[in-house]
């Protein structure tokens, strides 16, 4: 089977064109699910496999994941984000995910939430009613803010880190998306753009260096990411190291900025086209927040959010391609899989699946609302992946999706200028040219909706 990423001269003639066709690549994985559970491929030279099973997924990312490292895709990442725990093997990964964990349990993201607030308050402090806005680029700009804000929370310093990413962060994600793809001599030529994407990869990692170094000097600590990670020790006793730190921080950029702001500018977009269900969500946070931020003790009361949310994960699942290399042999049902086999899948592709979901394309957070709908089959809403590599962002992004949505439904709607959103699969599958006109909703009744569509 002809797979449009295989072969670099194909995967290059790919990229000219346009946003348009890679969208393709999403569609060819939805497409792919009709020939079987597991479809052998080629990638390069290499024997590949799609795996469309829930089951067989599972398998490769739970019960047999010490058979496999990290695939081609998240391995051409490592020269431009370095070796964090995206991108690390063996027993590095597991201490410094170890070490990182508690940073993003519960307890601490619930901790985040007045900075997602402050977030949301400096970003929206920009916009005016009746103003358009291309609302992909102003919710990255929000994910840079509220993440920079849980790294770093001493004065100055997350505002610093915000400043370079803004400037910078579209250009690396997209260089990054375009890198995943392309052969290697390309990204290597001494074009403008990639001495730009170079000039931005430098400036987003000196900046976070110099912001580790005057947090060490001062030998202040703060109730953040970055100060746990200098404070907290591995069982052995050793720390982690300024360039392990940056790397780590580096990839929690890469990681945890174009995902949520994409996965909730889909959600607007939604939320504009279904007007009942901006009726459903405004009543429910005018009811519940009447004009108060959103906090660690109201956000579980907005049950209707987190359905939509969910669905919105679904259909709009950033990680439209994953990737494992088998270093065992593997039986996946009937077929040996051997070491140095690529094996490929898509949670976007199977969320879209009509056996396990009817009407599949469609939002309709009922499917998730208690005694609605029957809860899906394990392994069929994974949109965090799965087993010891799972996103260790998941509560993160799943709190502060919630926290954007609810604090700017409750003062805000945004409505489509009429060019309809784009979606585009590079390195996430990802909404972009979301122009939206900003208004200001009347002042929020408590129990009582304002709907402006
Ligand atoms: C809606 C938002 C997000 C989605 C859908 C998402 C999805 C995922 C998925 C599917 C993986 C596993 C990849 C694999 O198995 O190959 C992953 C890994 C990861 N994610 Fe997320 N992510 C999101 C947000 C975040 C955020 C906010 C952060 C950090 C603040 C983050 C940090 C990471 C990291 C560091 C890993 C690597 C974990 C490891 O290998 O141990 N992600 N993410």
């Not at 058979?67 to 020269?79: A, C, D, E, S, Y």
């Not at 027993?91 to 519960?106: A, I, S, V, W």
């Not at 001493?154 to 803004?166: H, I, M, Q, S, Y």
């Not at 990639?194 to 580790?212: P, Q, V, Y």
Request: some cysteine; hydrophobic content about 40%; overall charge neutral.
């Amino acid at each position: 089977m002809n797979c449009p990423f295989s072969g670099s001269a194909s995967t290059l003639a790919m990229y000219g064109r346009t946003a348009q066709l890679a969208v393709k690549r999403l569609d060819y994985m939805q497409e792919a699910r009709k020939s079987g559970a597991l479809v052998p491929m080629k990638l390069g030279t290499k024997d590949a496999y799609l795996v469309n099973d829930p089951g067989l997924i599972r398998q490769i990312l739970v019960t047999d994941a010490d058979k496999f490292v990290k695939g081609t895709i998240i391995l051409r990442t490592r020269p431009y984000v370095g070796d964090g725990i995206i991108s690390s093997e063996g027993e590095k990964h597991k201490r410094n995910r170890r070490l990182m964990q508690p940073m993003f349990n519960r307890l601490s993201v619930e901790r985040y939430i007045p900075k997602f607030v402050e977030a949301v308050a400096e970003i929206t402090s920009g916009w005016s009613d009746g103003a358009t806005i291309e609302a992909d680029k102003e919710l990255t700009r929000l994910a840079t803010h509220s993440l920079t804000k849980a790294m770093f929370s001493d004065p100055g310093g997350a505002r610093e880190l915000a400043v370079v990413t803004e400037e910078v962060i579209d250009r690396f994600i997209a260089g990054i998306g375009v890198r995943i793809f392309l052969p290697d001599l390309i990204t290597r030529l001494p074009t403008p753009g990639n001495k730009k994407f170079e000039e931005g990869r430098r400036a987003l990692r000196d900046e976070t260096w110099s912001l580790i170094q005057r947090r060490r000097e001062s030998g202040g600590y703060y109730d953040d990411i970055i100060s746990t990670m200098l404070r907290d020790q591995h069982p052995d006793g050793t720390s982690m190291t300024d360039d392990e730190i940056v790397d780590e921080v580096v990839t929690l950029m890469l990681a945890g900025v174009e995902t949520v702001s994409s996965v909730v500018t889909a959600a607007f977009s939604e939320i504009d086209r279904n007007p009942d269900m901006a009726e459903r969500l405004h009543q429910e946070v005018d009811a519940v927040l009447n004009g108060a931020p959103v906090t660690a003790e109201n956000i579980d009361d907005l049950p209707f959010l987190a359905a939509f949310v969910t669905e919105i994960l679904r259909v709009y699942a950033p990680t439209w391609i994953l990737m494992r290399n088998a270093v065992e042999p593997v039986d996946l049902g009937e077929t040996r899989i051997n070491p140095g086999n690529e094996i490929i899948f898509s949670p976007t592709a199977v969320h879209r699946d009509p056996a396990f979901y009817p009407d599949p394309i469609r939002i309709n957070p009922d499917r998730w609302l208690p005694g609605e709908v029957v809860q899906p089959r394990d392994g069929t809403w994974a949109p965090f992946g799965q087993g010891k590599r799972k996103c260790i962002g998941d509560t993160f992004a799943w709190y502060e999706s919630r926290v954007w949505i609810a604090s700017i439904a409750s003062r805000w709607t945004l409505h489509s200028t009429g060019k309809p959103m784009e979606m585009s699969a590079a390195g996430t599958y990802r909404a972009t040219k979301a122009s939206m006109i900003t208004k200001k909703r009347s002042k929020a009744r408590k129990g009582k909706s304002s709907p402006q569509h």
